[in-house]
């Protein structure tokens, strides 16, 4: 791979970010905060969704909907609306969310008061992941200078409120959130009816991720036409990648969308801590297929990545050397969705264990010779049959391993033991690194 030295960040959702207090209401404001908020609420419901409409915006968290649509489906729903802000960001690789309401607060309120304002919501409610303690401290704090200075109350009048998640990954997956909000165990429901004609309580709800919802104030400040010169004409704006794994640099970089994989990683990340080659890449969060060294050339675009046989997702950027141990990789994510899995689904509440289960012993030397075709059939068995996304995430990084590094499984189970560890004479289980910030 070549050193570019030509990317560059565009900071859209992170402008200001370094500036020292910018999660202060004051600081904010003098940078030409709220400003967005007052447009918006100059103009009509309709006039504010056709500008994000019209500039391309599709959600951050994960499955790339529309946004405007989603505002357009709320408004036209028949009930007083709630908007909420997902903030429950737990999908390994991911750090975006909690920087931006951590550093700008406010940035993702006045983008929120904007969504309410446009769906005419009377209640906003602000769902942050239980662990995030900072990231609750500012946005707390930022909702009640909003309430002292009026601009809750006196320019919105709406009941604006914070909830604190469990601590669970399900817990951001939409419906799951929903019921954690109305008491019950976040357990996601069946699609339709979609939360936008009846989510909380029956009611129409708006749920928007906080990168999301952060582009809105410049989206709306600056027009649709502005933000269509940014990225692709099929993939508008610009995306916050974690950057994490084996990288020189980890860590929260806002470029155009369109931008290429290996550029990230070399001009920003600084590339393989010893130049070490990279193996294998997770381009979208860890619910994204791997892509091996030789497809590092592609743009970071959700159409391109699905050209490449995987997804934008989260864009939670995770690089892995040739020290890595893919089969380690497998094993040690489906821990991960078998803990997380909800288990309302037989596919995904069974799969997930008997992954883990026969990953584990290949792992351990202990592979038997018809593992793969197991996994292959558990893989097949999975997607489509299970009520939310969980169950096709928990699916990706085996199917695509499997896919890409056949060779190394077959290796543990023939010899029961790692060629990778052996090679390269890495000490102890070799599980992935994945930085969090
Ligand atoms: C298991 C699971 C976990 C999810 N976690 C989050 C999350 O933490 N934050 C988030 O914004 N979306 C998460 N989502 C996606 C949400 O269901 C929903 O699509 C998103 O909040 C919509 O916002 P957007 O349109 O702005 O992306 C998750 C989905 C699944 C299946
Ligand atoms: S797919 Fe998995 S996490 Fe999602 S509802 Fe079904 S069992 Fe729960």
């Not at 909420?84 to 975006?96: Q, R, T």
């Given at each position: 791979?070549?050193?570019?030295?030509?990317?560059?960040?565009?900071?859209?959702?992170?402008?200001?970010?370094?500036?020292?207090?910018?999660?202060?209401?004051?600081?904010?404001?003098?940078?030409?905060?709220?400003?967005?908020?007052?447009?918006?609420?100059?103009?009509?419901?309709?006039?504010?969704?056709?500008?994000?409409?019209?500039?391309?915006?599709?959600?951050?968290?994960?499955?790339?909907?529309?946004?405007?649509?989603?505002?357009?489906?709320?408004?036209?729903?028949?009930?007083?609306?709630?908007?909420?802000?997902?903030?429950?960001?737990?999908?390994?690789?991911s750090f975006k969310d909690r920087e931006?309401?951590?550093?700008?607060?406010?940035?993702?309120?006045?983008?929120?008061?904007?969504?309410?304002?446009?769906?005419?919501?009377?209640?906003?409610?602000?769902?942050?992941?239980?662990?995030?303690?900072?990231?609750?401290?500012?946005?707390?704090?930022?909702?009640?200078?909003?309430?002292?200075?009026?601009?809750?109350?006196?320019?919105?009048?709406?009941?604006?409120?914070?909830h604190r998640s469990a601590g669970a990954?399900?817990?951001?997956?939409?419906?799951?959130?929903?019921?954690?909000?109305?008491?019950?165990?976040?357990?996601?429901?069946?699609?339709?009816?979609?939360?936008?004609?009846?989510?909380?309580?029956?009611?129409?709800?708006?749920?928007?991720?906080?990168?999301?919802?952060?582009?809105?104030?410049?989206?709306?400040?600056?027009?649709?036409?502005?933000?269509?010169?940014?990225?692709?004409?099929?993939?508008?704006?610009?995306?916050?990648?974690?950057?994490?794994?084996?990288?020189?640099?980890?860590?929260?970089?806002?470029?155009?969308?369109?931008?290429?994989?290996?550029?990230?990683?070399?001009?920003?990340?600084?590339?393989?801590?010893?130049?070490?080659?990279?193996?294998?890449?997770?381009?979208?969060?860890?619910?994204?297929?791997?892509?091996?060294?030789?497809?590092?050339?592609?743009?970071?675009?959700?159409?391109?990545?699905?050209?490449?046989?995987?997804?934008?997702?989260?864009?939670?950027?995770?690089?892995?050397?040739?020290?890595?141990?893919?089969?380690?990789?497998?094993?040690?994510?489906?821990?991960?969705?078998?803990?997380?899995?909800?288990?309302?689904?037989?596919?995904?509440?069974?799969?997930?264990?008997?992954?883990?289960?026969?990953?584990?012993?290949?792992?351990?030397?202990?592979?038997?010779?018809?593992?793969l075709e197991r996994l292959e059939q558990?893989?097949?068995?999975?997607?489509?049959?299970?009520?939310?996304?969980?169950?096709?995430?928990?699916?990706?990084?085996?199917?695509?391993?499997?896919?890409?590094?056949?060779?190394?499984?077959?290796?543990?189970?023939?010899?029961?033991?790692?060629?990778?560890?052996?090679?390269?004479?890495?000490?102890?289980?070799?599980?992935?690194?994945?930085?969090?910030?």
């Amino acid at each position: 791979m070549t050193r570019t030295g030509s990317i560059h960040e565009t900071p859209v959702v992170r402008a200001g970010i370094t500036i020292p207090g910018i999660h202060r209401l004051a600081t904010y404001r003098a940078e030409g905060g709220y400003q967005a908020l007052r447009q918006a609420l100059a103009m009509d419901p309709p006039e504010v969704i056709g500008i994000v409409t019209d500039s391309g915006l599709t959600g951050r968290g994960g499955a790339n909907f529309p946004t405007g649509r989603k505002w357009r489906a709320v408004l036209e729903a028949p009930g007083a609306a709630t908007a909420v802000v997902n903030g429950d960001e737990s999908e390994p690789g991911s750090f975006k969310d909690r920087e931006m309401m951590e550093t700008l607060p406010h940035r993702v309120l006045e983008g929120a008061l904007i969504a309410a304002h446009a769906v005419r919501a009377t209640a906003l409610v602000v769902f942050i992941r239980g662990e995030y303690d900072l990231a609750r401290e500012r946005m707390l704090a930022a909702i009640d200078e909003a309430r002292a200075d009026g601009i809750i109350g006196g320019w919105m009048p709406l009941d604006v409120t914070l909830h604190r998640s469990a601590g669970a990954y399900i817990c951001g997956e939409e419906t799951a959130l929903i019921e954690a909000l109305e008491g019950e165990r976040p357990m996601p429901r069946g699609k339709p009816p979609y939360p936008a004609v009846s989510g909380l309580h029956g009611l129409p709800t708006l749920v928007n991720n906080v990168e999301t919802l952060a582009n809105v104030p410049a989206i709306v400040a600056r027009g649709a036409a502005w933000y269509r010169t940014l990225g692709t004409p099929d993939a508008p704006g610009t995306r916050v990648f974690s950057l994490s794994g084996n990288v020189r640099h980890p860590g929260n970089y806002e470029c155009v969308l369109g931008t290429r994989l290996s550029d990230l990683i070399e001009g920003l990340g600084g590339g393989v801590p010893g130049d070490r080659p990279i193996k294998a890449v997770i381009p979208g969060g860890t619910s994204s297929p791997v892509l091996t060294a030789r497809q590092l050339d592609v743009a970071l675009t959700p159409a391109a990545l699905t050209r490449a046989g995987s997804m934008l997702g989260t864009a939670a950027v995770i690089v892995y050397d040739d020290t890595t141990c893919m089969v380690d990789v497998a094993a040690n994510l489906s821990l991960f969705y078998r803990d997380e899995s909800c288990g309302k689904c037989t596919p995904c509440r069974e799969g997930t264990f008997l992954f883990h289960a026969i990953l584990t012993r290949i792992e351990n030397g202990l592979g038997r010779p018809d593992d793969l075709e197991r996994l292959e059939q558990i893989c097949h068995y999975i997607p489509g049959e299970s009520l939310c996304a969980l169950g096709d995430a928990a699916v990706a990084p085996v199917a695509s391993t499997l896919k890409h590094f056949r060779g190394e499984y077959l290796t543990h189970i023939r010899e029961g033991r790692c060629p990778v560890r052996r090679q390269h004479e890495v000490a102890g289980q070799c599980f992935p690194v994945i930085h969090a910030t």
